[in-house]
């Protein structure tokens, strides 16, 4: 059965499973997304088989969570997720913006500069709920 660059609504047929559910898979990793993207979206066999894989998996009784480690452990070594760091930069008692370190110096200067601008729209509104609440 030739499945090189079927529609979506062929590989849902196919499978037997819903299009929308099948762009779940993708949005959640378990399956990958298409060969080709855009209007003329193309799926390809193995997609299909990784979609009988999710079903079987499902069928013995897994969530999702477990079918997608149990995928990835049949497709490669066990991943672990990236680490990150992270800044924290509190611009009020109820405002703090997170920042992931690593980011190039261009990404990190506009980032500041908007957050310059963004505090100091925070103390024009702050003052002036000040000067309305005594009149």
């Known amino acids: 059965m030739k499945t ?5 609504a062929e ?3 196919r499978s037997g499973i819903p299009a929308r559910t099948i762009r779940l898979y993708i949005s959640r990793g378990l399956l990958p997304g298409p060969l080709r993207s855009g209007r003329n979206a193309s799926y390809g066999s193995g997609h299909l088989d990784t979609l009988q894989r999710i079903r079987k998996l499902q069928g013995q009784g897994l969530t999702l969570s477990q079918v997608a480690l149990s995928l990835g452990e049949s497709d490669s070594p066990a991943r ?3 680490s990150a760091a992270w800044q924290r930069f509190v611009l009020s ?5 997170s920042v992931r370190e690593g980011l190039a110096p261009w990404r990190v200067k506009v980032i500041l500069d908007a957050m ?4 100091a729209r925070l103390g024009d509104a702050a003052e002036k709920e000040k000067n ?3 009149l």
């Open 11 to 13: 590989l849902a047929e």
């Open 4 to 8: 090189a660059g079927i529609t979506l």
């Open 80 to 82: 672990l997720p990236r």
């Open 116 to 119: 310059a601008q963004f505090n």
């Open 132 to 134: 309305d609440g005594s």
């Open 93 to 97: 008692d109820d405002v703090e913006i």
